[in-house]
């Protein structure tokens, strides 16, 4: 196979003119026959470049608003044809195809187009199809002919050059081959999700595009024999992904992971009073609300202080420095935060493995979207669970109504257990967790957990009682026979809220009137496996 190919003529069209000046010069330096198309050979002119039109070569003017300019036999007859074949040299010398070695393409803006909302007109004009195909007839040829989508590698390009005496390496074009087969995949995935989505209206598509970029290789993943990487949609949204780490050690595979469930549990309370989380495993361990960040930190620590160590902490405002410098008096992992003010970033910069993320805003708890699991053979997608409940889906089932405050609390807990692993209990008293119960093959021991971290929390703090005294207890999903509902009666709870639509409801209902109860159905589950 061939290895070394010099590099004597160079097709240009690119959309994003970024690194265009320098290439162009190292190329004409370099002795390279300049060809291009529209916008990009007027600018190599003005850049002072001899440049030939691609229509010099076909003998065809750019026609159709542009729509067709490189679709040709003499184009792509340079790209394809196998060089050391007899039979398509003679082809070649027939039709007066001239080769060339080298494409420059990046294609018509489709993503950022659509991001930016324009019209349906308008996203289908920024469909490019000259562009991919100069790209793939590139790409396949990459024997003989270099393929560049990414101004980030014209310097490299440049070098080869200069390292090899005007030719490039097949080692050089085998990797931009690759690079350019996985743009043109990204680019046609943008634009089948969008027609799937956004034009056709389709829940669930029959083919699932999905091109993701990789943004960080990661040093293992869940486990250390496990290998890892960060991948990006090419449409960025607020969340950990996007996330500016401050300060701190390479994130892990684990810690994206629980940074990104706490920051999800923090973002139910965007716009709203100050809020903590605490996650340990993905879990919530402490969730409270206060009236400031410190507030909320100390009782949401205060809810489980022994999972908090070596835990993950999000809030939903700004951090400040009298709450930076309570969540440094223990080990924590990583801090997720909007901002923090300049305290706040000197509390943690005295711990330097501390890992400090901040996102410039909350991700929205109501967005759409579809989240993907893997199993074997296959891909589980569903829709984002972004369901919400409001006073009005709320039904009471039981003799004696909630006092106001126990609505709030029972709000408070399902807003929480909407994102603690299933089987999920959580109590709230107070905009605060009294207790967790997490990830138990039955809900009757959720709740059992749950309280006795409440009474662990009692004993340690010193408190006269624990905290599920007197709270509103949720349960994600219904109880299904009345002995969870019976735990949380143990534990104090004077409120329940949970899904409803057992076949033993009466007999939960039941239970809960006995005990002097109030509970609420919400009509909604919130499974998380």
Known sequence: MTDLVPLRRALLSVSDKTGLEELASGLVQRGVELVSTGGTAAR????????????????????????????????????????????????????????????????????????????????????????????????????????????????????????????????????????????????????ASWFAFADQGEAMPATLPVALTRAASLRYGENPHQSAALYLPQSGAAGVAGARQVQGKELSYNNLNDADAALELVSEFRGGNPACVIVKHANPCGVAQGASLAEAYQAAFQCDSVSAFGGIVAVNHPLDGSTARAIVDIFTEVVIAPDADEEALAAFAAKKNLRLLLTGDLPDPRRAGLT??????????????????????????????????????????????????????????????????????????????????????????????????????????????????????????????????????????????????????????????
């Open 372 to 529: 993907m699991k893997s199993i074997a053979g296959g891909m589980l997608v569903q829709s984002r669970d972004n369901g919400v409940i409001v006073p009005s889906d709320l039904k009471v089932v039981t003799r004696r109504q909630p006092t106001a405050t126990e609505v709030a609390d029972c709000r408070f807990a399902w807003t929480v257990a909407k994102h603690v692993k299933s089987n999920a209990i959580v109590y709230a008293r107070d905009g605060v967790t009294a207790g967790i119960g997490a990830g138990q093959m039955n809900r009757r021991d959720s709740a059992r957990i749950a309280a006795a971290k409440a009474r662990e929390a009692a004993e340690t703090f010193g408190w006269a009682e624990p905290r599920t005294v007197g709270s509103a207890v949720a349960s994600d999903a219904f109880f299904p026979f009345a002995d969870g509902l019976l735990a949380a009666v143990e534990a104090g709870a004077t409120a329940v809220i949970q899904p409803g639509g057992s076949m033993r409801d009466d007999e939960v209902i039941a239970a809960a009137d006995e005990a002097g109860l109030a509970m609420i159905f919400t009509g909604m589950r919130h499974f998380r496996h």
């Open 44 to 191: 190599l002119r003005e850049l002072g470049h001899p440049v030939k039109d691609v229509s010099e070569l076909t003998g065809f003017p750019e026609m159709m608003d542009g729509r067709v300019k490189t679709l040709h036999p003499t184009v792509h007859g340079g790209l394809l044809a196998v060089r050391d074949d007899p039979g398509h040299a003679a082809a070649a010398d027939a039709h007066g195809i001239g080769f060339i070695d080298l494409v420059v393409v990046n294609l018509y803006p489709f993503e950022k187009t659509v991001a930016g909302g324009a019209d349906r007109d308008t996203v289908i004009e920024n469909i490019d199809i000259g562009g991919p195909s100069m790209v793939r007839s590139a790409a396949k040829n990459h024997r003989y002919v270099a393929i560049l989508t990414d101004s980030a590698d014209y310097p490299a390009l440049l070098g080869e050059l200069d390292a090899n005496d005007g030719m490039t390496s097949l080692a050089l074009r085998k990797r931009l081959a690759a690079k350019a087969y996985a743009r043109t995949a990204a680019y046609d995935s943008a634009i």
